[in-house]
């Protein structure tokens, strides 16, 4: 029987006692509700081979081949493979694959025009110790500016690439590499919850709009502060067979990081996005 337990007061739900494969109407509709009140919703105890994690993963909306087109599955697209091809041909560990999405707090998708919705995370093999993924809320973040700095980013709008400031775009073909900025809010509201949240990433975002390059610098660095609230914050410790889905509308997360690279930790993960017709941005 589903059983679903809110992990925090405002991060992350866990539900154990259901298989995905096999989902009645009511136990998805309160899967899906409590993934869109905590941000973050882990399915633990799953055994799915690809096929059937793409045709849950669609529930929540259309999935998308993700830009590094090197770490696709090689014969599924939809799926890009984590922690596979860790060691580069001398034998030294390749950091971008080791420590993918450990550099900073972020959300996914922000270079893209219609940013991803969900991220959703299949874990294949766990390693002993170490590689958490950490989330964290962008409500909470929100909701922690002072009212001043809540004025100042009010229709304020970030520019983005993939490489954001640092031009970090050692995941991506070269013929991919140049893709002009897109914009986002930085104050978002959530299109289904109607929850106002804090949008941005740090790591992607080139400048905010309308201000001086000194100025742009110093406001992200000031919001950079708010990002994680420690009573919003989240870790998920991976068993093999859980699904993790997180909303990137409403929440920021980041890999620790920290696992023995001799170690295996290995996901499958789609990059889901609201279907066209349902965007207000
Ligand atoms: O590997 C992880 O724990 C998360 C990595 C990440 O940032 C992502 O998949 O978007
Ligand atoms: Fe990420």
Known sequence: MLEIQRNTPQVGAIAEGVDVRKLDEECWNKLYQAWLDCNVLVVRGQNLQLHEFLQYSRRFGTINPHPSKSTRHPDVPEITLLGVNKYNADGTLNMDI?????????????????????????????????GDTLFASMYAAYNALPESL????????????????????????????????????????????????????????????????????????????????PESEYHHKWKKGDIVIWDNRCSYHKAAGDYPPEEDRIHWRVSIKEPQTQTTH
Not at 110 to 128: E, M, R
Not at 168 to 184: I, Q, S
Not at 187 to 196: D, F, L, N
């Open 150 to 229: 809540k004025q100042r980013i009010e229709g304020k709008i970030g520019a983005y690439v993939y490489g954001g400031r640092r031009k970090h775009t050692a995941l991506l073909n070269p013929e991919d590499r140049a893709k002009p900025p897109v914009f986002h809010p930085l104050a978002r509201v959530h299109p289904e919850t109607g929850r106002k949240a804090l949008y941005f990433d740090p790591g992607k975002i080139l400048r905010v709009e309308g201000l001086p390059e000194d100025e742009s610098n110093a406001l992200i660095d000031e919001l950079a502060k708010y990002m994680v609230q």
């Open 98 to 130: 080791y420590a993918r999405g450990a550099s900073g707090w972020h959300t996914d998708g922000a270079y893209d025009q219609i940013p991803f919705k969900a991220t959703q995370l299949y874990g294949v093999a766990i390693p002993s110790r170490g």
